[in-house]
Each structure stands twice: as C-alpha cells, then as structure tokens.
C-alpha cells in the first residue's frame, strides 16, 4: 500500500513540474524582458551594478515576523478587492493547474489541513515572498535608474511588470497566510 501510495505522490509530483513550469517560464519571460531588453539597451556603469548585486540579496535575511508585518490587511476581502483571487488562479500551483490535476489524480488535494501540511505551505509562501521581494527591488532600482536617465515609457513598461510580477504574488502569499492562520 505504502509503494502505491508513494508512486502516486512521485506520479503527482512530475505532473506539478510538468503543469508549472511552462506557467513560471511564460510569466518570467514576461515579466524580465522588459528590463533585460532595457538593461542592454541603456547600459548602466559597473558601480550601478555592483549596489544592485548587493541590495538584491538583502531580502533573503527577512525574517517571517518582519515579512508578517508589511500585511496591510488583516482580512481576506480585502486582499479579495483587490484582485487577488484572479492572479491566484494564472499563477503556479493555482487554481488553473490544480484544476488540471484534478482531471488527472481526481483525489488531489492542494493541501491535508493538519499541522505538517500547512506549516509546509506557509513556509513555501514565505520563501516566495522574498522571492518577489528581491525582484521587487531589482525591478525597482531598475525604474529608478530609468527615470533618472529620462526614459519615462521604459519607467511605465518597468513599473506595469512589478506591478504582475512581484506586487501582487506578493499581496497573494499575505491571502495565503491570512486564510491558514486567519487570527496570529
């Protein structure tokens, strides 16, 4: 019983692979072009780069109590008006894909609420979190150096990508975590 079990949750596994990735490739691509192409179009100088090298890394040493308390929200609707439930369905491990699993594996279930199940999610929202924390300010020193150099459509084109790529999976992890633990 325990090798069947453990060959569906391998068979489960690969199928997660296989439904996100081309997902998290196309919102990357997404998302990075713009500041690739203008990056490579509008050099900056090494020193620009060596401070955004740093500054990026930053975010990894937040803590979850600090990343707990940049939540503007204390409750799901709010999270809910602001659109949050649309990008929670694009995005990976979404309702999209967990729709798709369901065709496949009719018993998934994105998460077993017990105490292991749900601790491993949150962590997971946490690490996301400053994921897109860290590419929030490489999008954002990115705009700041744009407007300095007077390229205002690059700072628009800049700021519309943080806004998919990093604001609000951002604003997603803080629903996540409020619908888990709704009152910390």
Known sequence: MALHRNNDLSKINRMLIFY???LNIFWTILAIMPISLFIVFN???IKWLIFLSIIFILPVFLTNSFLDKLNFANTTKTYEKMGVLFIQKITQNGDIINKLMRKKFPSYKTLDYNKASIDKLLKQTYSFERYHIMMF???GLTFIFALSKGFFGWTIVISLSNLIYNIYPIL???YIR???????
């Open 43 to 45: 050099p900056p100088d």
């Open 172 to 174: 997603l992890q803080h």
């Open 20 to 22: 996100n990735l081309p």
């Open 178 to 184: 409020l619908k888990l633990v709704p009152r910390r």
């Open 137 to 139: 300010v490489i999008f």
